[in-house]
């Protein structure tokens, strides 16, 4: 069953659209580290053009773009400034920490990326609510740990501070394990949401 819309509901995924590609225009110009700029937003424009290419054959509940949307948009500042000298000191001074958690938070949104994942499997009917939901947590587990080796990779091959910046560990030897965790926890959080959707509650025709 798909979505129904009317009225300004129906021009959200529009408007977000416009939003990411004004983000990526203003990420794009004078970055910290152009090298670093490519390698971050590389898999971000793939899935923003990918979302785009299948909007006219799957459309996707508003939640699930506003929730796809967060990660794009933070990713692309991150992109601009290199995660760890993302202007977060306002956070990193009220809370103490001994580094800019941004990171930390863009990660906890890849873990949103659960809930679509869940809601195409559901209307699609190739798998059971709960099926799904399982499905997202283990999809953005495995995303995660794939995302941790390419950029050890990157950072060997690369080297220099193109390599240190895109690697964001900030002399954390757990950064891999702590952004895992991170975005578990976001896809945690996305599904919980999902539980209390439309798509979990109802049978779908």
Known sequence: MAPTYTGWQIRIPHFLALVIIATMVWSYINPADRTVWWAEMVPIMAIFAGLAATYSKFRFSNTSYVLMSVLLILHTIGAHYTFANVPFAWVTDTFGFERNHYDRIAHFTVGFYAYPAAELLVRKQWAR??????????????????????????????????????????????????????????????????????????RVE
């Open 129 to 202: 609510p709960a099926c799904a939901m399982f499905f997202g947590l283990f999809f953005i587990m495995a995303v995660a740990a794939a995302y941790e080796l390419i950029e050890w990779q990157f950072a060997v091959i690369e080297g220099g501070n193109a390599g240190i910046e895109f690697l964001g560990s900030q002399g954390d030897i757990w950064d891999a394990q702590k952004d895992i965790l991170a975005d578990t926890l976001g896809a945690l959080f996305a599904l919980a949401l999902f539980a209390n959707s439309r798509w979990a509650r109802q």
